[in-house]
């Protein structure tokens, strides 16, 4: 997608990040306004206006990517909060969150589970959703 231009890659961000987390991404650019108003754009051009706009994968399968790789960083807890609101917005089950968590306590370790899990509560509280998953039988 690098024969977009800039404007066009604006726009399509701006679209698919309302699309994902149904916000229209303002209070991003207002954040960043006064400390680094260039960085927000490129947030909506690169992030949503070119990757999560690729063909190949469906939004609810990059969004439980994205969930993943945030719980292996294991220091991005605002974004964390924000991609699993994103990624049951895009059709994935709290179910598919909590097990995209644990899947990843074996590469990022348990404490960033641990902590990803708890966010994830936080998230599905919020959404009215706090009932006890299921236990394993």
Request: hydrophobic content about 45%; aromatic content about 6%; proline content about 2%.
């Given at each position: ?107 990022a370790g348990f404490p960033a589970a641990l902590d990803a899990l708890f966010v994830a509560k936080r998230v599905f509280a919020s959404r009215g959703d706090i009932a006890p998953a299921p236990a394993p039988e």
């Open positions: 997608m690098t024969d977009a231009t800039d404007g066009d890659r604006l726009s399509r961000g701006r679209a698919r990040l309302a699309e994902i987390t149904g916000r229209s991404g303002q209070d991003v650019m207002a954040a960043l306004a006064d400390i680094a108003p260039d960085f927000a754009r490129y947030i909506f051009e690169f992030g949503y206006g070119d990757i999560y706009s690729r063909p190949g994968l469906d939004l609810r399968t990059r969004m439980l990517a994205t969930v993943a790789g945030l719980v292996a960083l294991g220091h991005a807890e605002r974004e964390l909060e924000v991609h699993i609101g994103s990624a049951l917005n895009c059709g994935a089950s709290r179910d598919e969150v909590v097990e995209t968590i644990m899947q990843m306590a074996l590469y």
